[in-house]
C-alpha cells in the first residue's frame, strides 16, 4: 500500500487502528475462511480480507463526500492495475500473491460532524497460493 500514489504523502499507514486526525489510513484484518480451494498434493488457494480505510475531513456538502468516495473508486482500480502487471504484495517464501481487488464499493462507515472527520472504507481481498507444508 505504501507504493500507492492514490494515499496522501503525509497520511500514515496503521495495522489495526486508525487514529482521529485526517488524513490517516489503516489496513485491518477480517475474519474469513482462509481456505479457498485445496489440492491433491497439500498446496492451496488462499485468501486474505482486510478494510482499507482512511479518516478524512468531512462536511454536509455533498463535495467533500463524493471526492472521498472517488479516492475508493481509483483505489479499486489502482487494485485492477496491480493484478494486471503482477505488481503484488510479496509473501514469505512458499507463497504468492495472484491477486488483490476490492470486493466492495468505498463507503462512509460513520462522521463526527463535530470534529469534522469521516472514517471511510472499502473491503479487499487478496488472494495467494500456498504450497504444501513440509513437516
Known amino acids: 500500500m505504501r507504493t500507492c500514489p492514490l ?3 503525509d497520511g500514515k499507514v496503521r495495522v489495526n487502528f486508525l487514529g482521529d486526525t485526517p488524513i490517516e489510513y ?10 479457498v480451494k485445496r489440492y491433491v498434493d497439500g498446496s492451496s488457494i488462499r485468501q486474505v480480507l482486510f478494510i482499507f480505510a482512511s479518516r478524512d475531513d468531512y462536511d454536509k456538502s455533498a463535495i467533500q463526500n463524493m471526492l ?11 487494485f ?5 502487471n503482477g ?19 468505498g463507503y462512509a462507515l ?20 500456498k504450497e504444501r507444508q513440509h513437516e
Not at 489503516?26 to 481456505?35: K, M, R
Not at 505488481?87 to 464499493?105: R, Y
Not at 463526527?112 to 487478496?126: H, N, S
Open 80 to 84: 485492477e492495475q496491480q493484478t494486471l
Open 26 to 35: 489503516v489496513i485491518e484484518e477480517v475474519p474469513a475462511e482462509p481456505i
Open 110 to 129: 460513520e462522521a463526527d460532524e463535530l470534529e469534522k472527520t469521516a472514517r471511510y472504507q472499502i473491503q479487499c481481498k487478496l488472494t495467494y497460493y
Open 7 to 9: 494515499l496522501d504523502e
Open 68 to 78: 472521498s468516495s472517488n479516492f475508493y473508486e481509483n483505489l479499486s482500480d489502482w
Open 87 to 105: 505488481d503484488l504484495p510479496k509473501l514469505p517464501q512458499g507463497m504468492e500473491s495472484q491477486k488483490i481487488e476490492a470486493i466492495s464499493t
